[in-house]
């Protein structure tokens, strides 16, 4: 067989592999999409879990803080606290912190607000997931009571307002000046994530909410 007759076969045998490569990474490539999809599904009912059976979210570290900061205000330190908030896709609702934020002294007890109002047509059960920026200040920032302890109801068109009532720890380190508290509000619906998924990823918070605390 001479060279003209073996380039032909040579070049479909080429072909063949590009098809399996190109094969190979389409499959790789749907697999990692269902795998983050599915991890959607589950985020609110493993940090449901989490919280739980470490008290992450606040609700055991609350009643420990009273208890243990009361008569321990560093009234010599201030620390600014900033809030924040996310809407996650699927969760057809305002929300956002009344107070952006607030200057508190470590050891003493404060209370902001957050509002939510669902814009659908039918009641809609949503739990927030918080978290602290820097990392490092999340375990001196205790929440006594928070609408994150549990799952949030609000019927159709309803507007509601959501006490926090938080305390920072005196042992917060001296380098940590300013932290920031946000909030991911999730639709515990999985049929409406899924609904929302196949629009779009993410959904703009379009909101103007005015301060309703005193902010310094």
């Given amino acids: 067989m001479n060279a003209e007759q073996q380039e032909p076969v040579h070049g479909a045998e080429d072909a063949v592999k590009r098809q399996k ?6 499959l790789v490539l749907a697999g990692i999409v269902t795998g983050m999809f599915a991890f959607g599904f589950a985020l609110v009912p493993l940090y449901q879990v989490f919280c739980n059976i470490t008290g992450y979210n606040g609700s055991s570290q609350g009643r420990q803080a009273v208890e243990a900061y009361t008569g321990e ?19 057809p609702w305002d929300f956002g912190p009344l107070t952006k934020k607030l200057q508190v002294h470590p050891g003493e007890v404060y209370e902001v607000s957050y509002m ?58 001296e380098d940590i000046s300013t932290l920031t508290l946000s909030y991911t509000f999730m639709n515990i619906d999985r049929s409406a994530i899924r609904s929302a998924n196949k629009v779009d990823n993410t959904q703009p918070l379009s909101m103007n909410v005015t ?6």
């Fill in 211 to 216: 301060s309703g605390g005193s902010t310094q």
């Fill in 21 to 26: 490569k190109s094969r190979r990474t389409i």
């Fill in 73 to 91: 205000i560093d009234t010599d330190r201030l620390v600014t606290v900033e809030f924040d908030s996310t809407i996650n896709a699927g969760l």
């Fill in 116 to 173: 939510a109002k669902n814009n659908a047509d039918d009641a809609i059960i949503a739990q927030a997931v918080p978290g602290i920026t820097p990392w490092q200040a999340t375990r001196y920032f205790n929440k006594m009571e928070c609408f994150c302890f549990s799952n949030q109801t609000l019927a159709a068109g309803e507007y509601k307002e959501m006490p926090l009532r938080f305390v920072v720890s005196p042992g917060l380190p």
